[in-house]
């Protein structure tokens, strides 16, 4: 199985920004949908926002609505998340997801290996 290659994670003070991007493949960007999940240690992997691949139109969990954005690229085959106005318990493992529209990870066909933003106090 394809799997997708997330990037720009890292290190930020609370109230900082990051910027994460999502590399994927023609197979793998032409499915219905891209998303970002989450998943803090020893918790479970949550939903954080998607982009339909036709439309654009995009669905946010309400924890991070108005601070994070996505987006993606059509000619590049790439979707981002730009995170702003950070916050310590935003400190996750990101994962990638790409797949049919929807919340649940169980939609998802592809992901991407997660990469680590830690939100210091």
């Known amino acids: 199985q394809e799997q997708l290659v997330e990037s720009g994670g890292g290190l930020v003070r609370a109230g900082g920004s990051v910027r994460l991007s999502c590399a994927g493949t023609?197979?793998?960007?032409?499915?219905?949908?891209m998303g970002w999940f989450r998943q803090a240690l020893g918790k479970e992997r949550e939903f954080v926002a998607i982009?339909?691949?036709?439309?654009?139109?995009?669905y946010y969990a309400d924890f991070v609505k108005g601070r994070f954005t996505i987006s993606r690229d059509n000619a590049k085959n790439t979707v981002d998340l730009q995170m702003n106005s950070l916050k310590p318990e935003d400190t996750a493992v990101y994962y990638c997801?790409?797949?049919?529209?929807?919340?649940?990870?169980?939609?998802?066909?592809?992901w991407g290996q997660g990469i680590q933003v830690t939100v210091s106090s």
């Open positions: 982009i339909s691949r036709a439309s654009g139109r995009t």
């Open positions: 023609a197979r793998t960007y032409s499915t219905s949908a």
């Open positions: 997801a790409a797949g049919a529209w929807g919340t649940e990870s169980t939609r998802y066909d592809y």
